[in-house]
Each structure stands twice: as C-alpha cells, then as structure tokens.
C-alpha cells in the first residue's frame, strides 16, 4: 500500500536521482516530473494530470514492496 501523505503529495528536488531515492527510501509509488525551472518533482500516484502544466513526465516510479 502506498503512504504518501496527501497534503505533501510533491516534493521538490535538484535531481531525477534525489527524487527516486527519497520516493525509495519511503517506499512510495508516484511520478517523477521535470519543472520548466529544472527541478523536479516526486509526486504521488493520485498526482491529477496537469496539475503543473509545464511538467514532463520522466519516470514512473514502483518502490513499494505491496504489489
């Protein structure tokens, strides 16, 4: 099952890689996304497409150990 909080369901981070460690190291299920300001953001499953409208998708992330 996936815990992410939804009052903090985006985190911002420098990196692709800082994001899926902290998504890991929590075991969360989300997205990865690229801002237009070059961070990015882990976001969790429930993430509403287009929420941030200039935001690509450059992972899709499954760390959690429930399938």
Same mark, same amino acid.
């Given at each position: &099952? #996936?815990?992410?909080?939804?009052? *903090?369901?985006?985190?911002?981070?420098?990196?692709? @890689? /800082?994001? &899926? #460690?902290?998504?890991?190291?929590? *075991?969360?299920?989300?997205?990865?996304?690229?801002? @237009? /300001?070059?961070?990015?953001?882990?976001?969790?499953?429930?993430?509403?497409?287009?929420?941030?409208?200039?935001?690509?998708?450059?992972?899709?992330?499954?760390?959690?150990?429930?399938?």
């Amino acid at each position: &099952m #996936n815990q992410w909080n939804i009052s *903090k369901c985006a985190v911002s981070f420098n990196s692709v @890689d /800082d994001a &899926m #460690n902290y998504m890991c190291s929590h *075991k969360y299920d989300g997205l990865i996304l690229e801002r @237009d /300001d070059g961070t990015f953001s882990a976001v969790c499953p429930e993430y509403p497409e287009g929420f941030y409208p200039e935001a690509k998708i450059v992972k899709e992330v499954t760390c959690s150990t429930e399938k």
